[in-house]
């Protein structure tokens, strides 16, 4: 996912998969899609933690990703669901046309990956759905929020995301070190530290510089409307209430009206 080594990067997949268990964005979301049948495409499937289940729903889904690690893990999930994914690179790759619905969840705005500007970055998510929607389809972006994401990204103490043991028996621990941000840029920069005690008894230990841009609402709600969309429900988290110092998300779906 982040240049890592192959035998992190499939660590990474299982550990996401063991970690990465809630439900409530796709039930918000299947609630706002309905009943009726849709296509839906979603960018940064992974492992197809919310692909599965809206394909589970009755829609006709695609997922898009370039961890094929990630991928691998999606046939053991489904039966005869309508659901097809590839690896693709959704920033440089076609993503397709006439979806009904695009969903940019599980905070991707903030983790993509890719060597283009951030922010020109982010922008390009929202014109890429749009680009991929009919007339009258929605976009569901899901955003981690902070009111003050000084105190949410700065935090110079290590931070351990993920630890534990993968199906190949390789124990391993994702920490995430030296965080600061920027006010001014809204730039967060921290490492990404994998520390692995391989199956074999070797060990492996790789640090990864990151960075990423903290895109404020008013900036997103600006390329919305530049990409056509009309929003018609936000709130702040996956319960509806209304974005505030007590929530920390912003959840936006938005109609194509041109």
């Excluded at 900036?219 to 505030?244: N, T």
């Amino acid at each position: 996912m982040y240049n890592e080594k192959d035998i992190i990067a499939q660590w990474n997949a299982d550990m996401y998969d063991l970690n990465e268990t809630y439900t409530d964005d796709v039930e918000l979301a299947l609630m706002l899609m309905g009943t009726t049948p849709k296509k839906v495409l979603e960018i940064a499937c992974g492992s197809g933690r919310f692909l599965v289940p809206v394909a589970k729903a009755g829609h006709d889904v695609t997922g898009l990703d370039f961890d094929e690690y990630m991928l691998k893990r999606i046939p053991h999930k489904i039966t005869n669901e309508k659901i097809k994914w590839h690896k693709a690179d959704v920033i440089y790759d076609d993503w397709g046309t006439g979806f009904d619905v695009v969903t940019l969840g599980a905070n991707f705005l903030f983790n993509i990956v890719s060597d283009m500007n951030y922010e020109q970055a982010q922008k390009l998510m929202i014109q890429k759905s749009a680009d991929a929607l009919a007339v009258g389809g929605h976009i569901f972006v899901d955003y981690v929020y902070p009111q003050y994401p000084e105190k949410w990204f700065h935090n110079p103490n290590p931070n351990i995301i993920w630890e534990g043991t993968d199906s190949h028996g390789n124990f391993g621990k994702m920490s995430l070190l030296d965080n600061v941000y920027d006010t001014k840029s809204r730039i967060a920069r921290y490492i990404r530290r994998f520390d692995m005690i391989l199956a074999d008894g070797n060990t492996l230990v790789q640090e990864i510089p990151s960075e990423k841009h903290f895109v404020v609402l008013e900036q997103i709600h600006k390329w919305l409307d530049e990409a056509g969309f009309v929003i018609e429900q936000e709130c702040g988290d996956y319960q509806g209430h209304p974005i505030s110092e007590m929530t920390n998300r912003v959840i936006i779906w938005a109609r194509k009206i041109r």
